[in-house]
């Protein structure tokens, strides 16, 4: 399971090194903070990251504002304003992006961490994707686990397997862990190359090894298949 890979956007050196810094001994996975609208682009571009924090005053002809909508235009992923100024007009010019969180300095660790919180969350539940303390953002599904967000990629779940209102997700670098919810809502957030072949497992293709008539076979392990599943798993990957 992989940390929340977060970008910190700040123009003053040592206040971008210290945001950088909690952020670490909260447990996030921190990128070179970037300073300006320019670096901040090459930086997502290059790192990908899960969440941004935006200074809103950067120095340069564009300044946090512009790179926020930059970020909700081209690249769809959450991120917090930053600033000192909490005035009337910053903060209207500031709500027209529509930022998920809003932080003024000073903060401490505490505000930090929660605007991270309500950032991801709220981010998640505006495209209709949050589901209990857990949420669903782009090709991911973010598990909070000893208050922190961590973040599991679709493409490295193996299978998921339904325990009443539990749903144990088993990926290629965890032998599993637990999403709160069922398995029918779950399913239907995660990409078409996931299958189910049995009330309560749902399989990804891709890691596919075998069918028999009683199981498949995923990464050397049998999942059972239900016969009013197998004929149309049959049909979808076109075994003759």
Known sequence: MSKVKILV???????????CDILENLGYEVLEPAINYSEAIETIENEKPDLAILDIQLAGKKDGVDLAWTIKEEYDI???FLTS????????KAKRAEPPAYLVKPFNKDDLYTSIEIALYNFSK???????ENVIVKDALFFKTKNIFHKIKFEDILYLKSDHVYVEIHNKKEKHFVHRGSISSLMEKLPSNF?????????????L??????SVVIEGEDIPIGKNY???LINRINIG
């Open 9 to 19: 956007v700040e123009d003053e050196i040592i206040i971008a090194d210290n945001i």
């Open 230 to 232: 197998r004929n149309d």
């Open 126 to 132: 505006k495209s209709k994707e949050a589901e209990e």
């Open 78 to 80: 959450p991120f917090i």
């Open 209 to 214: 090894d075998s069918i028999n008539n009683q």
């Open 195 to 207: 299958f189910r072949t049995h009330r309560s497992y749902v399989v990804n293709l891709n890691f």
């Open 85 to 92: 100024n909490a005035d009337p007009a910053t903060i209207e």
